[in-house]
């Protein structure tokens, strides 16, 4: 089992399925998309530059996205917190998943790579 696998294996439910969910949202929305396992999290690198990554908030144990290239979307969903160059999209796992949010923020972040 690679790394990748066991990070995703090793999350609790609904966690593991949130995250599975999203790797496969992501991947499908470009064909230059790469997933690596960089700082020990899953990253998705778009023409081999960093994209953005998954984790979970260790206070509220829920996943989030963080997109690298985000500071010019203005969505009250998107939260920069105390980062300075990135914002988060947290999902409640519980709830359907706003895909064309997502989408939408993804083709956004994608603006400030080409």
Known sequence: ?????I???SQPEPNRSCFLFLKQF??????LFE???KWKLPF???NKKPFCYLWINKKTNLPYVCFV?????DRPELKLGTRKQMKVLTIVPDEDINIELLSYIIKESLTKFI
């Open 7 to 9: 990070f995703y294996e």
């Open 35 to 37: 997933e690596k396992w």
């Open 69 to 73: 290239r985000s500071l010019h979307i």
């Open 44 to 46: 998705f690198y778009y």
């Open 26 to 31: 992501i991947l499908k929305q470009n064909p």
């Open 1 to 5: 089992m690679t790394e990748l696998e």
